[in-house]
């Protein structure tokens, strides 16, 4: 059984002391102890995330390679309809990870954020903290800014990858379909924003809520929630187009219409709304649509909205935090 | 001063103070807000009325903070750290860390190195709690109930290496206890809290001086002093009283010891405080 010694001054090498240098002290030595399990588990799961879509954007394509090759653009072959059927299930294979990819901000922020923070709450560690030289909201400001910045990273080079599959890969994956809502949410700058946002949930809900399992439950909830907001609010972001005309439409593959219809009496009405004698063939028809040179400002007012939800979500947590010790 | 939760005042016109370089026992029925006067002084909460001052200043400011150390009844430790990540804990998080004094306090246990904090024994954990709060060097330290769920041999060894590291280093202990043994002949200043308010509070000898405990017949006389507790057993009574003035010869009279005065205080909620209405001295803690 050994038993704690006085640390011996043994010098350190010279090619350590950068090394040294370079660990965590203070407060940050801190999270890191407590996360560092998490963090490796996130590290390798980002290497893992970033080779699998850099392996699907390339089959991708290659794909598209073997298609221009087998002349499929001029002519159809048993090969062709081989290579439509990888296509396809290559593209859903990359909206599935693409709806993962939305679940992982409240995955992270749950445990990340709530997890440990109210551990310490319900557990009374944060009593021991606060009586070390740390002041609560320093702690908390610790405990919210180095997992913030692990989280920008590894959502930054996240979506960076899912962008460049969106959107260089010839594109085998058009734009037209950001209707579907992961295109628009796993791209930078929207999904690091997304996931700072979850976090920043994630501190609120267990700074109010102070307890492991209820504040793990209500972050993830509450995220659910969020993206069905972010989904419902999305088209809004900026003002919708509008044409209307007779049967057919002249817009591009990557437009996107949010809502079509028919023309009756002046009205505009959903196909779904039409009866068996309206809508009849030669009515005016209409679409309501975002034009392609929509997207990128669009994701820009979405990020901006989610920025002013998490500096909101984080002033709540340090409101909660002074409520504790009032 | 008072603090005030959703469910009413935990304290209320609590007012002391408490010499720098004594060790303070804090005593006081389940609820009496002892360990809300605890947290209060550790900076952990704020007073819903008044003030209170620790080393000069309020315990909030990050000066006063790093001289305060608290180990609170339930030792919150981080139970996958191991003894040695749990100093390191203290080093980063402190300016002032005294490695030395933490070991020696870790030493004193024979604590292995790598164990975790969730393997250790109550005892054990105890131990690690003192020597992280030691090893910041406070000037002040506020204990809850660090004994409550150790066994006697335990108590006795870490009382004894709390008491010699407060008195080398002449640092301030304030230590709330249920366990009134616990505290005579360790504490030199008394804090009596019941019912979120202070009863006594004062060096423990001027206490003790200011006290009787009378043992005579129910025949005889008590209106001369004022009766903190009176017991009757048949004809016989005894009664603790601050003296008014001469005692009547018949009495058999001598000084209570702590436990007795403490016990009798406890017993008796009603009995009236030195200072308040009605009592014969004003009691002030010293200053």
Same mark, same amino acid.
């Given at each position: 059984m050994s038993t704690l010694a006085p640390a011996a001054p043994a010098p350190a090498p010279a090619a350590r002391r950068p090394l040294r240098a370079l660990r965590p002290r203070g407060l940050g030595w801190l999270i890191w102890r407590q996360n560092r399990l998490a963090l490796a588990v996130l590290a390798l799961g980002t290497v893992v995330v970033v080779a699998f879509l850099l392996r699907e954007r390339f089959t991708v394509d290659d794909l598209d390679t073997r298609f221009k090759a087998l002349g499929c653009t001029t002519g159809f072959s048993p090969s062709c309809a081989t290579v439509i059927q990888q296509q396809e299930a290559l593209q859903g294979n990359w909206r599935t990870a693409m709806l993962a990819l939305m679940v992982l901000p409240a995955l992270l922020g749950a445990l990340l954020a709530a997890q440990p923070l109210a551990g310490d709450l319900e557990h009374g560690r944060h009593t021991m903290l606060w009586t070390q030289s740390v002041s609560p909201s320093r702690w908390l400001t610790h405990r919210l800014v180095w997992p913030a910045l692990v989280l920008t990273l590894v959502g930054t080079a996240i979506s960076l990858t899912a962008g460049w599959g969106w959107d260089w890969s010839n594109p085998p994956?058009?734009?037209?379909?950001?209707d579907q809502g992961t295109a628009s949410q796993t791209m930078a700058p929207v999904y690091p924003a997304l996931m700072l946002t979850a976090f920043a949930l994630g501190a609120a809900v267990c700074l109010l809520v102070r307890r492991t399992i209820p504040a793990v439950v209500a972050t993830l909830g509450l995220y659910g929630g969020l993206m069905a907001a972010v989904q419902l609010l999305y088209p809004y972001l900026m003002p919708l187009r509008t044409v209307v005309h007779h049967g057919g439409d002249d817009l591009l593959?990557?437009?996107?219409?949010v809502s079509d219809g028919a023309v009756e009496a002046g009205r505009m009405i959903p196909y779904s709304q039409c009866?068996?004698?309206?809508?009849?063939?030669?009515n005016l028809t209409f679409e309501k649509f975002h034009p392609m040179t929509d997207f990128w400002p669009m994701e820009y007012i979405e990020t901006g909205v989610l920025v002013v939800l998490a500096a909101a979500l984080t002033g709540l947590a340090y409101w909660a935090l002074r409520r504790l010790t009032r | 001063m008072g603090k005030r939760y959703r469910r009413g005042?935990?304290?209320?016109?609590c007012g002391f103070t408490v010499p720098a370089g004594t060790v303070c026992g804090l005593v006081g029925p389940n609820g009496a807000g002892k360990s809300t006067l605890l947290s209060l002084a550790a900076g952990l909460l704020e007073p819903s009325e008044g003030e209170i001052r620790v080393l000069g200043s309020n315990p909030k400011n990050a000066e006063v903070r790093a001289r305060i150390s608290f180990v609170s009844q339930?030792?919150?430790?981080?139970?996958?750290?191991?003894v040695a990540e749990t100093l390191q804990l203290g080093r980063e998080l402190?300016?002032?860390?005294d490695e030395q004094r933490a070991l020696d306090v870790v030493r004193q246990g024979q604590l292995?190195?790598?164990?975790?904090?969730?393997?250790?024994s109550g005892g054990q954990r105890t131990r690690v709690a003192l020597a992280l709060a030691l090893g910041k060097c406070p000037d002040l330290l506020l204990l809850d109930?660090?004994? =409550? %769920?150790?066994?006697p041999l335990a108590r006795h060894q870490l009382m004894g290496t709390l008491m010699a590291q407060a008195a080398e280093h002449g640092t301030t202990v304030v230590i709330s206890s249920h366990i009134l043994a616990e505290l005579d002949s360790v504490i030199d200043h008394l804090l009596l809290v019941d019912g979120g308010r202070t009863r006594l509070a004062g060096d423990v000898d001027g206490i003790l001086a200011d006290h009787r405990l009378l043992q005579g017949?129910?025949?005889?006389?008590?209106?001369s002093h004022t009766v903190v507790e009176a017991r009757r057993s048949g004809r016989q009574l005894s009664a603790l009283v601050r003296p008014r003035g001469p005692i009547a010869e018949e009495w058999t009279v001598h000084e209570p010891t702590l436990e007795e005065l403490l016990l009798a205080y406890l017993r008796s909620p009603e009995s009236p405080a030195?200072?308040?209405?009605? =009592? %014969?001295a004003r009691t002030e803690a010293a200053a």
């Open positions: 994956l058009p734009l037209g379909s950001w593959p990557t437009d996107w219409i009866g068996p004698s309206n809508c009849a063939a030669g | 005042w935990a304290l209320r016109e339930d030792k919150p430790l981080y139970p996958r750290f191991t402190n300016p002032g860390w292995p190195e790598h164990t975790r904090i969730g393997q250790l109930e660090p004994m =409550a %769920d150790l066994d017949t129910d025949a005889m006389s008590l209106a030195p200072g308040s209405a009605g =009592a %014969d």
